[in-house]
T-cell receptor, first 114, second 114 residues
Framework: QKEVEQNSGPLSVPEGAIASLNCTYS??????FFWYRQYSGKSPELIMF????GDKEDGRFTAQLNKASQYVSLLIRDSQPSDSATYLC??????????????FGTGTRLTIIP | DGGITQSPKYLFRKEGQNVTLSCEQN?????MYWYRQDPGQGLRLIYY???????QKGDIAEGYSVSREKKESFPLTVTSAQKNPTAFYLC?????????????FGDGTRLSIL
């Protein structure tokens, strides 16, 4: 099982709809969860982080965390064409040998259809 | 404005040549990181530094070297021992090396083989 898994997509969502991006992780000890947006050819940009179970809202973005199910999601409301990008989930992992580290999923490519 | 500056944006390497990628930050962050991104893959950690004069190997350190002589600077050298260096290289920093500290990225350097 991969440490952090995301569906690679592409995920196509009509403009104005809600986009739902999902991420699962394997380490039950994980405590910190981050969502990054990466436009094609650019570097990742932090958009949300969440540490506690439940929902965290920031503008059109909502991060949802369920530690019991080892699942974190990102909802984008009122999707805009400018939201079209690859979304990376990152989770802190505690390897058996070595220091805690931030592990990235391979990303979900989101396309907003006008 | 505070940020992370990577240079150059594009770099070409000849066979048998070592090349150095620059990363400078003026965010006063203690921790710095180097990642490699290949198409369809997540970010893979090459090296990280928790504090000045310290650095640790990440998951794919073979063929790479780093130094951390100043808090602001964390250069990465891609040596001739790295047989497949073509990739997008990303430098990141965080306030401290702790799980709840978000990492922020520079704009990246694209390295190709001539």
């Amino acid at each position: 099982q991969k440490e952090v898994e995301q569906n690679s997509g592409p995920l196509s969502v009509p403009e104005g709809a809600i986009a739902s991006l999902n991420c699962t992780y394997s380490d039950r000890g994980s405590q910190s969860f981050f969502w990054y947006r990466q436009y094609s050819g650019k570097s990742p940009e932090l958009i949300m982080f969440i540490y506690s179970n439940g929902d965290k809202e920031d503008g059109r973005f909502t991060a949802q965390l369920n530690k019991a199910s080892q699942y974190v999601s990102l909802l984008i409301r009122d999707s805009q064409p400018s939201d079209s990008a690859t979304y990376l989930c990152a989770v802190n992992i505690f390897p058996q040998n070595g220091n805690e580290k931030l592990t990235f999923g391979t990303g979900t490519r989101l396309t907003i259809i006008p | 404005d505070g940020g992370i500056t990577q240079s150059p944006k594009y770099l070409f390497r000849k066979e048998g040549q070592n090349v150095t990628l620059s990363c400078e930050q003026n965010l006063n962050h203690d921790a710095m990181y180097w990642y490699r991104q290949d198409p369809g893959q997540g970010l893979r950690l090459i090296y990280y530094s928790q504090i000045v004069n310290d650095f640790q190997k990440g998951d794919i350190a073979e063929g790479y070297s780093v130094s951390r002589e100043k808090k602001e600077s964390f250069p990465l050298t891609v040596t001739s021992a790295q047989k497949n260096p073509t990739a997008f290289y990303l430098c990141a920093s965080s306030r401290q090396y702790y799980s709840n500290q978000p990492q922020h990225f520079g704009d990246g350097t694209r390295l190709s083989i001539l």
